[in-house]
T-cell receptor, first 112, second 112 residues
Framework: DAEITQSPRHKITETGRQVTLACHQT?????MFWYRQDLGHGLRLIHY???????NKGEVSDGYSVSRSNTEDLPLTLESAASSQTSVYFC???????????FGPGTRLTVL | QKEVEQDPGPLSVPEGAIVSLNCTYS??????FMWYRQYSRKGPELLMY????GNKEDGRFTAQVDKSSKYISLFIRDSQPSDSATYLC????????????FGKGTKLSVKP
């Protein structure tokens, strides 16, 4: 069955370190998204991509970057992790730009 | 001001009750509205998808859009303990402006 996976599921890191969160989908969806979810803020869009080599900034993109070299993967990189980036990160993909987004299981990141 | 406002709750009801979950939005240009359900420590999953002018029913769930008051609602009939989750409303413009904006979510608990 097609699916969307995230790794790692849990990560503890130190401030200043570079961290990369992986997202892989097997639906062959062109559209992929990264969100963070925090108490009191809900889901907020970090970056998104509408296809290979396409990346765009979302609402809370500072301190994060993405690259899209193939259809299946959209890794999220925290260039220099900060305690404010402690959060749960969700990756999602969709077939149509305005269609249903399918979410991964999430990565819980703690920055000490 | 966030474009989609949602009461975070928590909301606690007895099993069998009718549940009403609500969101308000500020921009009349929105075309599509969605309700996602998120169980604890899981990714959100799409529950209902409606256009700005329609209502939709699916089993025990009914999604309703009131354009005049810019109100969207999700009704759950005969609520079950398995309905205990956080419910997120979301909207998008449709077409090429398809990115979702989520409300903060309402946490629902259905007591046996």
């Amino acid at each position: 069955d097609a699916e969307i996976t995230q790794s790692p599921r849990h990560k503890i890191t130190e401030t200043g370190r570079q961290v990369t969160l992986a997202c892989h989908q097997t639906w062959n969806h062109n559209n992929m998204f990264w969100y963070r979810q925090d108490l009191g803020h809900g889901l907020r869009l970090i970056h998104y991509s509408y296809g290979v080599q396409d990346t765009n900034k979302g609402e809370v993109s500072d301190g994060y970057s993405v690259s899209r070299s193939n259809t299946e993967d959209l890794p999220l990189t925290l260039e220099s992790a900060a305690s404010s980036q402690t959060s749960v990160y969700f990756c999602a993909s969709s077939l149509a730009v305005s269609g249903e987004q399918f979410f991964g299981p999430g990565t819980r990141l703690t920055v000490l | 001001q966030k474009e989609v406002e949602q009461d975070p709750g928590p909301l606690s009801v007895p099993e069998g009750a009718i549940v009403s979950l609500n969101c308000t939005y500020s921009n009349s240009a929105f075309q599509y509205f969605m309700w996602y359900r998120q169980y604890s420590r899981k990714g959100p999953e799409l529950l209902m998808y409606t256009y700005s002018s329609g209502n939709k029913e699916d089993g025990r769930f009914t999604a309703q859009v009131d354009k005049s008051s810019k109100y969207i609602s999700l009704f759950i009939r005969d609520s079950q303990p398995s309905d205990s989750a956080t419910y997120l409303c979301a909207r998008n413009y449709g077409g090429s402006q398809g990115n979702l904006i989520f409300g903060k979510g309402t946490k629902l608990s259905v007591k046996p």
